[in-house]
């Protein structure tokens, strides 16, 4: 029985498939109205993840199975399609097929009277399928595909409501940022095989300790395969993207933030032998990683828009992923995933649960809803415990192994920059629960009930996943005993959460005539939440130009090139016309002009070599 579930793994991303299918008769069904699509599409993800959850349990202890499809055949070159089923590929699928369930429920509660179901489930069930099948693939080129798809359905997630401007604005400078990032990594791509031989991730690792490539070759095709992975992570400097993704409904912004960000981060992992080759690309990993993390978390503190803090924040611990992918600590990078992307579902969800009964995603509109809201508050709570170095919850967990690893590889930089980056995070967080559940109520939260129970229940499960993470990893002795594990380094992060915490309580938790903003210059809050001027940034450094460039070519095309064609097409009409007028019919005639054509033409072709002839 095992074997035949294990054999049929293939068919993990192919059930998502079906829901697209089974979807396509409901968009334009007026008796019923879409709504059949969205319980058709839970049908296919919760058979998606009965098979995995078999698949993964068949797998447990043993080695990973490899199998591939032969895809494409040409004289030397051979392309197959690479699967690998191991305990970490199903565990993560299980999640990623849990956590999409979730989302699914949440949106039938949070989008009920849209008539868009049909539309929204069927990108959802494209995200997972795009997911799946890059997390069960073994080869960098379909991961590539796979990557592609993503950003399309990014492209379609976000412009759900195409009918606001700004939702068609975030769609296209979504698309075109992680486009961007595609296009250098497709170059990766085809660089990497003729050196390699081979994309498939294991045969990478393994030539990647065996080859003696150049240093500079391998930074070359190290930083373009660097690049794709950033744009997927809204890492620096192609960050701006997620800012522009907030447009889309919320449902799918914890699907993307919590999941789809992290699988790009997935690629990133799994290349990290092959950046190992050049210490260049391992440090320009860091400094990417460093650069976003520290901005971001600043950034996150002068947002007012909740779903925003949040991306930001994304981005943050993104940049922590970065850091472990350039210090090769690949098991950390991995647990980094996993921690922050059930924490960041939970807030994304308590946060959509305020949005939806609210109606504003304005934090400085909210207040006191600590009693009227204790679900949400409990939840978010949660959240926060699980995203940031609180023990014994994952983020904890994940920090302590990641400082564990640079102080034993003497990088202090690095170690101080993550403390900084905890600290910043948890003042954050601090700021934005103030904000919404302490003080007085305003008028935007004075009526805020819970909502509605399928909104609820989606968003306690999460919460109960962060919580019950570390508990699952020690039953399975992946994590260490608690006491034995806060060294140094774990009081380190203790100390700098408890001093976000502490920071974030006195300025926001405490009433106050005048709010923290108020204190500090103007300019300093404009740069913050402008985030650092990098839209103006871009829209000087790189629009303006290309914007010149493309209106001085199309002048020269529309002027001189097609001037050019127009005036001799103007000639032989003008030419045509005069002529008619000036021969009688005679055919003597006819030939002395075409003669007369002829002698000109040839004079005027050969006017520089008559001087020669004499």
Not at 12 to 23: D, E, M, R, V
Not at 103 to 112: D, F, K, S, T
Not at 424 to 450: D, H, I, N, W, Y
Not at 530 to 558: C, M
Request: aromatic share 12%; with cysteine.
């Amino acid at each position: 029985m095992a074997e035949i579930v294990l054999q049929a793994g293939w068919l993990l991303p192919f059930y998502p498939l079906i829901g697209i299918l089974l979807t396509i008769p409901w968009m334009s069904v007026r008796r019923t109205g879409p709504r059949p699509a969205g319980y058709l599409n839970l049908l296919t993800t919760v058979i998606a993840l009965v098979h995995a959850v078999l698949c993964l349990q068949a797998v447990w202890g043993q080695p990973p199975l490899r199998w591939s499809i032969e895809w494409m055949q040409v004289a030397d070159l051979s392309i197959s399609l690479p699967f690998e089923l191991s305990t970490l590929n199903l565990a993560a699928v299980v999640f990623l097929t849990a956590l999409n369930f979730l989302v699914q429920v949440y949106a039938i509660g949070y989008l009920q009277m849209d008539w868009g179901w049909a539309r929204l489930y069927s990108l959802l069930a494209l995200f997972e399928a795009g997911m799946t099948a890059l997390l069960i693939c073994d080869s960098l080129f379909f991961s590539y595909m796979m990557l592609e798809i993503l950003t399309l359905g990014t492209y379609l997630i976000v412009g759900f409501w195409f009918n606001q401007p700004r939702v068609v604005t975030g769609a296209r400078d979504a698309f075109l940022t992680k486009r961007t990032g595609d296009l250098v990594l497709l170059m990766g791509v085809i660089a990497l095989y003729p050196l390699a031989g081979t994309w498939s991730y294991s045969e990478l690792a393994q030539w990647a300790s065996d080859t003696a490539v150049s240093g500079t070759t391998a930074t070359l095709f190290g930083l373009a395969l660097l690049a794709g992975p950033i744009s997927k992570c809204a890492q620096f400097p192609l960050h701006l993207w997620l800012d522009s993704a907030m447009e889309g409904p919320l449902p799918t912004t914890i699907l993307r933030n919590s999941v789809v960000i992290p699988v790009g981060a997935w690629v990133l992992i799994k290349l990290t032998p092959v950046f190992a080759l050049s210490p260049v690309v391992d440090g320009v990993a860091v400094a990417i990683g460093t650069i976003t993390a520290i901005g971001a978390a600043l950034i996150s503190i002068a947002q007012i828009d909740g779903k925003r803090i949040l991306s930001y924040l994304t981005s943050a611990f993104m940049g922590l992923v970065l850091i472990a992918v350039g210090t090769s600590q690949v098991g950390v990078a991995y647990f980094l995933l996993m921690a922050v992307a059930i924490a960041l579902a939970t807030l994304i969800a308590s946060t959509g649960s305020i949005v939806l009964t609210c109606v504003t995603q304005d934090v400085t509109q909210l207040g006191g809803l600590w009693s009227r809201r204790p679900v949400t508050a409990i939840s978010f709570v949660l959240g926060a415990l699980g995203l940031v170095a609180v023990p014994p919850f994952g983020g904890f967990w994940a920090m302590r192994f990641l400082e564990t690893g640079l102080w034993y590889d003497k990088q202090i930089l690095p170690f101080v920059i993550v403390l900084i980056i905890n600290g910043l995070c948890t003042f954050s967080l601090v700021r934005m629960f103030c904000l919404m559940f302490v003080g007085q109520p305003k008028m935007m939260s004075v009526r805020a009930p819970e909502p509605i129970w399928l909104v609820v229940i989606p968003m306690v499960a999460m919460a109960a996943l962060t919580i019950h993470l570390p508990i699952m990893l020690q039953s399975l002795k992946l994590l260490p005993i608690l006491q034995t594990a806060i060294g140094d380094t774990g009081l380190l992060l203790i100390w700098s959460s408890g001093l976000g915490l502490g920071l974030g309580i006195v300025l926001y938790g405490m009433p106050r005539e005048k709010q923290p903003v108020e204190y500090m210059p103007r300019q300093v809050v404009d740069f913050l939440s402008d985030d650092f001027y990098t839209p103006g940034l871009y829209k000087n450094a790189v629009i303006l130009p290309v914007a010149l460039a493309a209106g001085l070519f199309n002048w020269i095309e529309r002027y001189v090139i097609d001037g050019f064609v127009n005036f001799v097409g103007a000639a032989s009409l003008l030419s045509g016309e005069t002529l008619k007028y000036v021969n009688p019919g005679r055919s003597q005639i006819y030939i002395l002009t075409i003669a007369t054509c002829v002698v000109l033409l040839g004079l005027f072709m050969s006017w520089r070599f008559l001087p020669s002839l004499g």
